[in-house]
């Protein structure tokens, strides 16, 4: 019951991070871009940050509890297992990685053009590994949408 719950809610919360990195990536490009509304930048980087570091601890806790999840020499011969077992959180952790860094090294210049476009590029990066390391149905991984 708990693991089905974790398992929900990871899986729920990938909709609202995506959304908001995605809302966030608009917002640096048009303030790189020399937009007027290059000071409202901040709470946008902080929120998909804290929703980053959150999936990051339900996914880890779901690492643990996962049946996925199996530490065994066997388990990368099998590709379902290998993922969960590597590929997945070794990806969403370099993901978290680069957003956090992203974050720090920009953070006194976020209200600038010039922070916009670094925090764009990092955040950017971060999403397309975020999207490579979903497991989703159609990858045949033994997942759904939600």
Do not use: C, D
């Amino acid at each position: 019951m708990f693991y089905t719950i974790l398992l929900k809610s990871h899986s729920g919360l990938r909709w609202v991070l995506l959304a908001s990195l995605i809302l966030a990536m608009v917002k640096y490009y048009r303030a790189a871009r020399g937009n007027r509304h290059v000071q409202r930048l901040v709470p946008y980087t902080l929120i998909s940050m804290i929703l980053m570091h959150i999936q990051v601890l339900l996914g880890l806790t779901m690492y643990y509890l996962s049946p996925k999840v199996i530490f065994a020499a066997e388990s990368m011969k099998n590709s379902v297992h290998r993922f969960f077992l590597v590929e997945h959180i070794g990806l969403m952790i370099i993901a978290a990685i680069i957003i956090t860094i992203g974050y720090s090294k920009t953070k006194n210049q976020v209200n600038t053009p010039y922070g916009a476009k670094k925090l764009l590029i990092y955040y950017f990066v971060a999403f397309i590994l975020i999207l490579s390391a979903i497991p989703w149905p159609f990858r045949g991984l033994g997942t759904a949408w939600i």
